[in-house]
């Protein structure tokens, strides 16, 4: 049984798996859960989801979509998310092919924010796709980072049940956040030491 292998760049990176042709934005897109985070918004919340949906007609999907869908701690089992905003497109920025910017829509018109994936990969064994992203500081909330999982569509109809394991998921995490601590630049050290768990799965 092989390691899971988990690689974190610092913010603005050069490394190859973050180039254009080498990060696969097609893959990115779709629903992830937030597993764990260090941005205040996500304290007392569950159920946190956020999905990517290509504009149509733009190429190598350099435009996308975000919904993102919460619920608060408290909320009751099956109750409807609430629904955060839905940003504009998303034109990436030339540092790789995996650095972002967004503008909000609607009464956010005028905020502005830059984005970027740090790693990305897969737990084949346990059948868990994850991403880390980073968040620069914004009008409304400090710098950040959350860490993304998700239980890719089977292509058979018996989904992985190690994907739903909340202590397979766990020690992901953690082994996501070890490697995170690893990197000075861009703060990410420190955030790493200030995140917590954010509960629910996807």
Known sequence: MSAVEITIHPPSSTHPSLSEGTFDRSWFMGKWGVAWSTLPMWKGKKDVTITYTPIAGTENHTKFEDLVEYKKESAAEGSKPSTGQLYDPFPYRNANAATFDWKGSSYLFFVHSHWEVLGFGKDEINGLEWAVT??????????????????????????????????????????????????????????ARSGFEVPGIV
């Open 134 to 191: 980073f968040f620069s500081k914004t009008l409304f909330t400090p710098a950040g980072i959350d860490i993304y999982l998700r239980s890719p569509s089977p292509a058979s109809s018996e989904p992985n049940p190690s994907s739903q394991d909340t202590t397979i998921r766990s020690d992901l995490v953690k082994k996501i956040v070890s490697a995170m601590s690893e990197i000075s630049q861009g703060g990410v050290s420190e955030l």
